[in-house]
C-alpha cells in the first residue's frame, strides 16, 4: 500500500504551468490523501447522514438508461454513490487518491449486474496524458474523452483550490458525451483552499457561493438544470454546521 503518496517522480515540464507551484500542489494533495488515510471510516461516522446526495443520484438515474457509463471522482468508501449507482444497474468507474479510502470501498459488497471498478488517481490527472503515463489508466486519458454517460464528484471538488476547480471541471466535460450529466455536490461558502480541522487532521477546503458557483459550472461548458440547497449538521460537534448544494447539470457543446 502506497499510503497517501503521488505515483511517481515526473519531469516538471511535463506538467502544463509546471515548476515549483505544479510541485506544490501536488505535495498538497498527497497530503490530503494521507488525511483520508487517517480518517477511514471517521468519515462516515461524522456524516452519517447522505439524503442529500442519494436524492441527487436518484434524479441523475432517473435520466440515465440502465447499464450507463458514470465515473464516481471521489469516491471514498464508496457509500453512498457507488452503492446506489451499482445498484441501480449502471456501469461505474470510480476514483479516489486515498488507498484506505479505495480499500475500504473494495470490501464493500455491492450487489448489482456490474461490479465497480476502483482506481487510485489524481482527480486533476483526468482526461489528461498523465492518467495513462503516471497512473496506467488510458481509459481515463485522452482516450476516454466522451466515454461517459455521467460523472458524479460530491464534496470531492471542495479539496481543490478554487482556480483548479474550473480546470478539473472542463477535463470532466472531456470525459462526458455530448449531453452527458454532472451530479455535484459542493459546500456553499466563499472559501479558497482555506485550512480547517477535520476529525483530527486538517484539510484545505474550497468552497464557492451559489452564483458564483453558477457561473464557474457554466463557463466550464454546463447548463444547470436543477439544483437544491440543503443545510447540514456533521454528528461530530468538532464540526461546523454548512449548507451543501447539490447540482444535476447537462454538458453543452
Known sequence: MTTGQISDPF????????????????????????????????????????????????????????????????????EPTVRQLVAAGARVTAVDLSDVMLTLAREAPHPGPH????????????????????????????????TFDAVTAFFS???????????????????LRTGGLLA???????????????????????????EDLERVLLDAGFVIEEQEGRPYAPASTTLPPEEQLFLRCRRVG
Open 11 to 78: 519531469p516538471i515540464d511535463e506538467d502544463a504551468g509546471g515548476g515549483p507551484d505544479v510541485l506544490r500542489r501536488r505535495a498538497a494533495r498527497a497530503l490530503q490523501a494521507v488525511a483520508f488515510d487517517t480518517i477511514g471510516t471517521g468519515y462516515a461516522e461524522a456524516f452519517p447522514s447522505k439524503h442529500g446526495q442519494l436524492a441527487c443520484g436518484r434524479r441523475l438515474l432517473a435520466r440515465l438508461e440502465p447499464g450507463a457509463a458514470v465515473l464516481d471522482v471521489g469516491c471514498g468508501s464508496g
Open 115 to 146: 461490479p465497480p471498478a476502483l482506481h487510485r488517481i489524481d482527480m486533476y490527472d483526468l482526461a489528461t496524458e498523465r492518467a495513462d503515463s503516471a497512473w496506467n489508466l488510458p481509459e481515463l486519458g485522452p482516450a476516454g474523452r466522451g
Open 157 to 175: 471538488l471542495i479539496l481543490l483550490p478554487q482556480d483548479e476547480i474550473p480546470t478539473v471541471l472542463a477535463r470532466l466535460r472531456a470525459l
Open 184 to 210: 455535484l455536490g459542493m459546500v456553499e461558502a466563499d472559501l479558497d483552499h482555506v485550512p480547517l480541522p477535520f476529525l483530527g487532521r486538517e484539510l484545505r477546503i474550497s468552497g464557492y457561493l451559489r
